[in-house]
């Protein structure tokens, strides 16, 4: 357990629904990520919140809409997905940018 | 953006035999760590070396890092079972954030 939790842990959508991914840590950590992890493709980086604010956000299409409600908490809006996001999302958060710690992930199947 | 590269890409050794992989990367980094990932898993973190750092060593891991030619490798002695995972190189330039593709590791009892 590495103290950050993601919800839900599958997520089966068609391209007209919208659903949210969510992810809460407990470490008292100041930043969380977003990644998404395709099969053999590295590890891709799409925002990043600091202090609850997006400090990055790495050209990620508008149909993924993060949000960070306050420090623990970090939610990935998803609408109109296409089959190409079919992936693993991995959510992260770290002290001051160093180590970070994973959750395990929401497997995401687009139809 | 890809950065570290990790090779060889897949890694198949028998338990106790000692397992050897690398990460080269293009930009200066402060920092590189070393996670592993267990199948469609978060990833873990194993080690984070520093630029001023050559070495570092954790249980059966040893990390070393050679900045004037870009590159760090992982050692796993005495392989396990347990060691089953894809590992990742996450090279840190000052906040950016850089990932290779893994290497995929199997131990075979």
């Known amino acids: 357990e590495t103290g950050v939790t993601q919800t839900p842990r599958h997520l089966v959508m068609g391209m007209t629904n919208k659903k949210s991914l969510k992810c809460e840590q407990h470490?008292?950590?100041?930043?969380m990520y977003w990644y998404k992890q395709s099969a053999k493709k590295p590890l891709e980086l799409m925002f990043v919140?600091?202090?609850?604010?997006?400090?990055e956000n790495n050209s990620v299409p508008s149909r993924f809409s993060p949000e960070c409600p306050n420090s623990s908490h970090l939610f990935l809006h998803l609408h109109t997905l296409q089959p190409e996001d079919s992936a693993l999302y991995l959510c992260?958060?770290?002290?001051?940018?160093?180590?970070?710690?994973f959750g395990a992930g929401t497997r995401l199947s687009v139809l | 953006s890809q950065q570290g590269e990790e090779d060889p890409q897949a890694l198949s050794i028998q338990e106790g035999e000692n397992a050897t992989m690398n990460c080269s990367y293009k930009?200066?980094?402060?920092?590189l760590q070393w996670y592993r990932q267990n199948s469609g898993r978060g990833l873990v973190h194993l080690i984070l070396?520093?630029?001023?750092?050559r070495e570092k060593h954790s249980g059966r891991l040893r990390v070393t890092l050679d900045t004037s030619k870009k590159s760090s490798s992982l050692l796993i002695t005495a392989s396990r079972a347990a060691d089953t995972a894809s590992y990742f190189c996450?090279?840190?330039?000052?906040?950016?954030?850089?990932f290779g593709a893994g290497t995929q590791v199997v131990v075979t009892p």
């Open positions: 992260a958060s770290s002290q001051d940018a160093d180590i970070q710690y």
């Open positions: 470490l008292g950590h100041n930043a």
């Open positions: 919140y600091n202090f609850k604010e997006q400090t």
């Open positions: 930009t200066s980094i402060n920092n």
């Open positions: 070396i520093r630029s001023n750092e």
């Open positions: 996450i090279t840190d330039s000052w906040g950016k954030l850089q």
